[in-house]
């Protein structure tokens, strides 16, 4: 049973626009998201989280918001840069849990 | 962030035997963790690396097929064993930061023939 769930497997948007990265999730008790960003043949990179007591998290050009009615999590990227092309992970924690959605596939195109 | 080097990076090994996957964190980190990541698929909880003890594996991972080792708190091992092609796959280090995030290795690609 997929926890997180990440429903677009890739995005393309072009440089200096808005990216916006989805994440739906289930499990009511997660209290901690995070978002990763991964090269291939490299390990994920940690880019962002966010407080499941917040609704917003801003840190340079990437921004989290937290929806928990709707239990979702997205991740804007403002401007995009061609650099941020890669795989897009979302992830929640609920104990020492983490659960990470499937993925989605950015492409900034210059 | 927390600092977590692992190897080896990649590796093509023969059916049937093992190898095994070392990663060292700084001290910023509390519990360890190991993940695989399958093509096309999310990462997937192999286990808890518990210093000094055994580790807590998930549902679907085994012992006998994957032991780790965490003698100390910054230095784990994950040996894969008895491979089979389906074991062919990206093996991630991870480290829980007292800061509450988790920070991952760069991975060890593993293909088995």
């Known amino acids: 049973d997929q926890q997180v769930k990440q429903n677009s497997p890739s995005l393309s948007v072009q440089e200096g626009r808005i990216s916006i990265l989805n994440c739906d999730y289930t499990?009511?008790?997660?209290?901690?998201f995070l978002w990763y960003k991964k090269y291939p043949a490299e390990g994920p990179t940690f880019l962002i989280s966010?407080?499941?007591?917040?609704d917003k998290n801003e840190d340079g050009r990437f921004t989290v918001f937290l929806n928990k009615s709707a239990k979702h999590l997205s991740l804007h990227i403002v401007p995009s840069q061609p650099g941020d092309s890669a795989v897009y992970f979302c992830?929640?924690?609920?104990?020492?849990?983490?659960?990470f959605g499937t993925g989605t596939s950015l492409t900034v195109i210059p | 962030s927390a600092v977590i080097s692992q190897k080896p990076s990649r590796d093509i090994c023969q059916r049937g035997t093992s190898l095994t996957i070392q990663c060292q964190v700084d001290?910023?980190?509390?519990?360890m963790f190991w993940y695989r990541q399958q093509p096309g698929q999310s990462l997937t909880l192999i286990a808890t690396?518990?210093?000094?003890?055994?580790?807590?594996?998930e549902s679907g991972f085994v012992i006998d097929k994957f032991p780790i080792s965490r003698p100390n708190l910054t230095f784990s091992t994950l040996t894969v064993s008895n491979m089979s092609p389906e074991d062919s796959s990206i093996y991630l280090c991870?480290?829980?930061?007292?800061?509450?995030?988790?920070?991952f290795g760069e991975g060890s690609r593993l293909t088995v023939l």
């Open positions: 992830a929640a924690r609920a104990g020492n849990q983490f659960y």
């Open positions: 499990n009511s008790m997660f209290d901690y």
């Open positions: 966010i407080s499941s007591i917040k």
């Open positions: 001290s910023q980190v509390t519990m």
């Open positions: 690396a518990n210093q000094g003890s055994e580790a807590t594996y």
């Open positions: 991870s480290g829980w930061s007292y800061t509450g995030e988790l920070f």
